[in-house]
């Protein structure tokens, strides 16, 4: 178990803590990384979440931890998944407000269907897309704004972490699952995905791509691909605004980059627009 974990200082004025139904779903968010592995993953279930994060405590209810944990799966803040038929969940911005965790014990929790487990460091989309205006200015503040991840690293340089396992080539037909929707291949082929995490996401996006059409599905992709956004549930929301806006556009290239940039200000662009409502 580690003895730290990092809070950004950004998140007071983080669009999804804010809008939090309570300030005990707040709290849980604050505490929860403290108790998942190096990998951002623990066990979905709602008695699980309460002995880890709420030790000593036997009063509070367990419909008030699904109830929480209910809200950031919805918001896209977690993501469930099966293995074997048992529940987990991982946080997909791990990577980005963790840093390198590889000193830490090897994750007791098996990896997502859709991810490469080998190493703790980006997930395969975070790699695959390198730098961004978001994450670099995330790198430079981790040494001002953020505590060591391991008391040990005080003072001393950690070591390099292992080099990153190789990137399957996903746009080739073989590494894409037949029977998707043009942009659930361009989703599939941007984020290096094998299969979808669960049901409920592919039914997600396949409504939203009905909803909006295809051509605004695809510029919604590229958009979050760009911006090193892989949740379903904000790439839908995304996709939600452009068709009601028409002033979302892609850049020439198709690749979203004139888009919003930053945590903070693709969610106010996200929640720009009263006529959707946020985190559909």
Same mark, same amino acid.
């Given at each position: 178990?580690?003895?730290?974990?990092?809070?950004?200082?950004?998140?007071?004025?983080?669009?999804?803590?804010?809008?939090?139904?309570?300030?005990?779903?707040?709290?849980?968010?604050?505490?929860?990384?403290?108790?998942?592995?190096?990998?951002?993953?623990?066990?979905?279930? +709602?008695?699980?979440?309460?002995?880890?994060?709420?030790?000593?405590?036997?009063?509070? +209810?367990?419909?008030?931890?699904?109830?929480?944990?209910?809200?950031?799966?919805?918001?896209?803040?977690?993501?469930?998944?099966? $293995?074997?038929?048992?529940?987990?969940?991982? $946080?997909?911005?791990?990577?980005?407000?963790?840093?390198?965790? %590889?000193?830490?014990?090897?994750?007791?929790? +098996?990896?997502?269907?859709?991810?490469? %487990?080998?190493?703790?460091?980006?997930?395969?989309?975070?790699?695959?897309?390198?730098?961004?205006?978001?994450?670099?200015?995330?790198?430079?503040?981790?040494?001002?704004?953020?505590?060591?991840?391991?008391?040990?690293?005080? !003072?001393?340089?950690?070591?390099?972490? +292992?080099?990153?396992? %190789?990137?399957?080539?996903?746009?080739?037909?073989?590494?894409?699952?037949?029977?998707?929707?043009?942009?659930?291949?361009?989703?599939?082929?941007?984020?290096?995905?094998?299969?979808?995490?669960?049901?409920?996401?592919?039914?997600?996006?396949?409504?939203?791509?009905?909803?909006? !059409?295809?051509?605004?599905?695809?510029?919604?992709?590229?958009?979050?691909?760009?911006?090193?956004?892989?949740?379903?549930?904000?790439?839908?929301?995304?996709?939600?605004?452009?068709?009601?806006?028409?002033?979302?556009?892609?850049?020439?290239? !198709?690749?979203?980059?004139?888009?919003?940039?930053?945590?903070?200000?693709?969610?106010?662009?996200?929640?720009?627009?009263?006529? $959707?409502?946020?985190?559909?």
């Amino acid at each position: 178990m580690p003895q730290w974990r990092k809070l950004h200082t950004k998140i007071t004025e983080s669009m999804d803590f804010n809008d939090m139904p309570d300030d005990f779903t707040r709290l849980l968010w604050l505490l929860l990384p403290t108790q998942l592995c190096r990998e951002g993953r623990g066990v979905d279930n +709602p008695t699980w979440v309460r002995s880890k994060v709420f030790t000593m405590r036997d009063d509070l +209810p367990l419909k008030q931890v699904a109830a929480a944990m209910d809200w950031f799966a919805n918001r896209g803040m977690i993501v469930r998944y099966q $293995v074997d038929g048992r529940r987990y969940f991982y $946080v997909p911005t791990w990577a980005r407000y963790q840093g390198k965790t %590889e000193k830490e014990a090897a994750s007791e929790y +098996p990896a997502p269907p859709d991810l490469v %487990e080998s190493y703790a460091g980006p997930a395969p989309d975070l790699v695959a897309k390198g730098s961004g205006s978001d994450s670099d200015s995330d790198s430079d503040s981790d040494s001002d704004s953020e505590t060591d991840t391991d008391a040990s690293n005080s !003072g001393a340089n950690a070591p390099s972490a +292992p080099p990153a396992p %190789e990137i399957p080539v996903v746009s080739e037909s073989s590494k894409i699952p037949a029977g998707l929707t043009v942009a659930g291949r361009e989703y599939f082929a941007q984020f290096h995905r094998a299969r979808w995490a669960t049901k409920e996401q592919r039914d997600q996006f396949e409504a939203s791509e009905r909803d909006v !059409g295809t051509n605004i599905m695809l510029r919604a992709v590229k958009w979050a691909a760009a911006n090193n956004i892989s949740a379903v549930p904000k790439i839908c929301s995304a996709a939600a605004k452009m068709k009601t806006n028409g002033s979302a556009r892609a850049s020439p290239g !198709g690749n979203g980059h004139d888009m919003p940039h930053g945590e903070d200000a693709i969610e106010a662009w996200l929640k720009s627009k009263e006529a $959707v409502p946020h985190g559909e």
